[in-house]
T-cell receptor
Framework: DVKVTQSSRYLVKRTGEKVFLECVQD?????MFWYRQDPGLGLRLIYF???????EKGDIPEGYSVSREKKERFSLILESASTNQTSMYLC??????????FGDGTRLSIL | ELKVEQNPLFLSMQEGKNYTIYCNYS?????LYWYRQDPGKSLESLFV?????AVKQEGRLMASLDTKARLSTLHITAAVHDLSATYFC???????????FGTGTSLTVIP
């Protein structure tokens, strides 16, 4: 079974802090994704990566950056956290012709 | 921009009844995925539909894909309370690695 592991289930940070969300997958998948999910807005893609050191912006990249130094790890960075970034963050990975496999999610609160 | 519309957005149904959730999308694609999300949890892959006319069944759920109509359906037979969840469809348009998710259908099965 594919395993996508997000480093924290719950995280509380303060406004202005730099926040790192980590995601690791164990199936050698090429593609990895970061989404945020908010009530009434569904899943919105922040960034995705199709290879090591490669990234593409999704629908809402502002205020975020990503890093993929190794194939199995995809990090989401909030450069200077703000309260409107309080949300559920979901990481996913996939290979071609297969569904995305999701981690358990990180519920992030910015105070 | 590719649009994926699900309806209904909210569905309340009695145990034992049948119902269908619809997923319409706005571009050519023969790859569509259905996911289930329980409250506070992440997304779990349900069905992978990879060609026109594909039909998959698991228990009381059956999914189908009509690529000419750009329509997928998720049919629920004799609903039980355990099926209460939010269901998402996701389209892979072959133009890169990004999926496009529907808005989700929140299903509540009432005893």
């Amino acid at each position: 079974d594919v395993k996508v592991t997000q480093s924290s289930r719950y995280l509380v940070k303060r406004t202005g802090e730099k926040v790192f969300l980590e995601c690791v997958q164990d199936m050698d998948h090429e593609n990895m994704f970061w989404y945020r999910q908010d009530p009434g807005l569904g899943l919105r893609l922040i960034y995705f990566s199709y290879d090591v050191k490669m990234k593409e912006k999704g629908d809402i990249p502002e205020g975020y950056s990503v890093s993929r130094e190794k194939k199995e790890r995809f990090s989401l960075i909030l450069e200077s956290a703000s309260t409107n970034q309080t949300s559920m963050y979901l990481c996913a990975s996939r290979t071609i012709n297969q569904p995305q496999h999701f981690g358990d999610g990180t519920r992030l609160s910015i105070l | 921009e590719l649009k994926v519309e699900q309806n209904p957005l909210f569905l309340s149904m009695q145990e034992g009844k049948n119902y269908t959730i619809y997923c319409n999308y706005s571009t050519t694609s023969d790859r569509l995925y259905w996911y289930r999300q329980d409250p506070g949890k992440s997304l779990e892959s349900l069905f992978v539909l990879l060609s026109n006319g594909a039909v998959k069944q698991e228990g009381r759920l059956m999914a189908s894909l009509d690529t000419k109509a750009r329509l997928s359906t998720l049919h629920i037979t004799a609903a039980v309370h355990d099926l209460s969840a939010t269901y998402f469809c996701a389209v892979d348009p072959h133009t890169g690695n990004q999926f496009y998710f529907g808005t989700g259908t929140s299903l509540t099965v009432i005893p």
